[in-house]
């Protein structure tokens, strides 16, 4: 109803001839696939640790950042963001990967990380200082070791509060944790228990994610999942409003429709980037003409990326689509900017979409409305965390499951 009818929604094998490139103010990803430790629910690519691996992946990267200053010259990145796996396994290889980064690109903004309590000490804290990441997100999910063991974490909850305490005691702009709601056998209460250890403690950013099954994961396989797999809808709505006031109660401000932060502090995001160019295996990139995606097989891209780029996959996207997309991401944000969309595309966002905004309007999901900002409530941010769960993660799940077996695919219909 939304998109242009041209739209197909199809990734394609990706064709060296196709031009990329590059919009003022995208962001670097970085993706590192390394896990000492496989979580059955985690859905993201991972492979099992070692040093010789990670070494040829180093290599790997540096040859990557140097085929795209080949593309772009010294080009200028508006962040860097780490992800994974576990990015910190590999911190003294990625001290080098920063450097060449650097060397061939301007990088002005945030450095961000993504780490877990077994991974971080005081040498760790240390080193992610010198390197000059200033935010730093820490996967907790949960300080309830019965929850920790349902979801396969290998930590318990003592472990996890020292990680908060040691990674709080660093010198960064915004410390993030990560929690998980909706677990099997959960009640309302754990969910307040969890948060308020995060609150105790003084974290700067606390996110709040429902557990999701994708079938490809190791839990969905054993279950033999043919599709994915949400949490009980009102249970996850009780507990989605019980978050929302306890945390605004205790002073916190929500920034997303997951995500709550204190004291004005930067935000902690790995997705609202209006542009981003994604690094490494199965790192995805967009530059508002095409989404694309690097090949999740991590050797095909060690040995790919020593010819060319080691893209699997791409999706062409139309201007309609690129309005859309916007968006989508600022009502996640739960805060849509008049005026920056008329400063990004040259019309009015009531031009474009005024149909739709005065659906969100007549079904009562505005907080407030100004000449410049639409802001969500409770009701509205929830509806949206419902949105993206039907579509974006279903989406998700069709394009992941196949990337995950074959390392080019010809096709992927979404």
């Known amino acids: 109803m939304l998109t242009d009818p041209a739209d197909d929604f199809t990734f394609r094998r990706?064709?060296?001839?196709?031009?990329?490139?590059?919009?003022?103010?995208?962001?670097?990803?970085?993706?590192?696939p390394f896990c000492t430790h496989f979580c059955p629910y985690c859905p993201y690519l991972k492979i099992r640790y070692s040093k010789a691996t990670a070494l040829a992946y180093k290599e790997a990267l540096i040859r990557e950042i140097r085929l795209y200053h080949d593309l772009f010259g010294r080009a200028g990145f508006s962040s860097l963001y780490i992800g994974g796996g576990t990015p910190t396994l590999m911190l003294d290889e990625l001290g080098e990967v920063l450097e060449h980064l650097h060397r061939c690109f301007n990088i002005k903004g945030d450095l961000a990380i993504e780490t877990n309590?077994?991974?971080?000490?005081?040498?760790?804290?240390?080193?992610?200082g010198s390197l000059g990441f200033n935010l730093v997100s820490l996967g907790i999910q949960s300080f309830d070791d019965r929850y920790l063991r349902q979801i396969g974490r290998d930590y318990d909850a003592p472990v996890a509060v020292k990680a908060l305490e040691t990674v709080g005691a660093g010198d960064f702009d915004t410390v993030n944790v990560d929690l998980m709601f909706v677990i099997d056998h959960q009640t309302v209460?754990?969910?307040?228990?969890?948060?308020?250890?995060a609150v105790d403690h003084h974290m700067d950013q606390v996110t709040c994610y429902p557990l999701f099954t994708f079938p490809y994961s190791e839990v969905g396989r054993l279950k033999q999942l043919k599709r994915l797999r949400l949490p009980d809808r009102h249970l996850r709505k009780k507990m989605y409003?019980?978050?929302?006031?306890?945390?605004?109660?205790?002073?916190?401000?929500?920034?997303?429709?997951?995500s709550f932060?204190?004291?004005?502090?930067?935000?902690?995001?790995?997705?609202?980037?209006?542009?981003?160019l994604g690094l490494g295996a199965g790192a995805g990139s967009y530059n508002g003409n095409r989404f694309f995606f690097n090949t999740f097989s991590v050797p095909h891209y060690i040995r790919n990326v020593r010819r060319s780029l080691p893209i699997a996959v791409s999706m062409t996207v139309s201007r309609r689509l690129e309005k859309l997309f916007w968006l989508y991401w600022r009502l996640y944000e739960t805060s849509v900017p008049k005026t920056a969309y008329r400063d990004m595309f040259g019309e009015a966002l009531e031009q474009d979409f005024g149909n739709l905004l005065r659906v969100i309007r007549m079904l009562q999901f505005v907080e407030a409305e100004d000449d410049d900002t639409i802001r969500l409530n409770t009701?509205?941010?929830?509806?949206?965390?419902?949105?993206?769960?039907h579509y974006a993660l279903n989406y998700v799940d069709k394009l992941w499951r196949v990337l995950k077996v074959q390392p080019f695919p010809e096709k992927i219909a979404l």
Do not use: C
């Open 261 to 276: 932060s204190r004291d004005h502090r930067p935000a902690f995001s790995s997705v609202t980037r209006d542009y981003f």
């Open 117 to 128: 309590p077994n991974d971080v000490d005081r040498g760790v804290v240390t080193k992610l």
């Open 189 to 197: 209460d754990d969910v307040i228990n969890d948060l308020a250890v």
């Open 379 to 389: 009701r509205g941010a929830h509806r949206i965390h419902l949105l993206q769960n």
């Open 14 to 32: 990706y064709n060296p001839q196709d031009q990329i490139t590059l919009r003022s103010g995208t962001g670097l990803y970085i993706h590192i």
């Open 241 to 258: 409003y019980v978050m929302n006031d306890f945390m605004a109660e205790h002073g916190y401000t929500r920034t997303n429709v997951w």
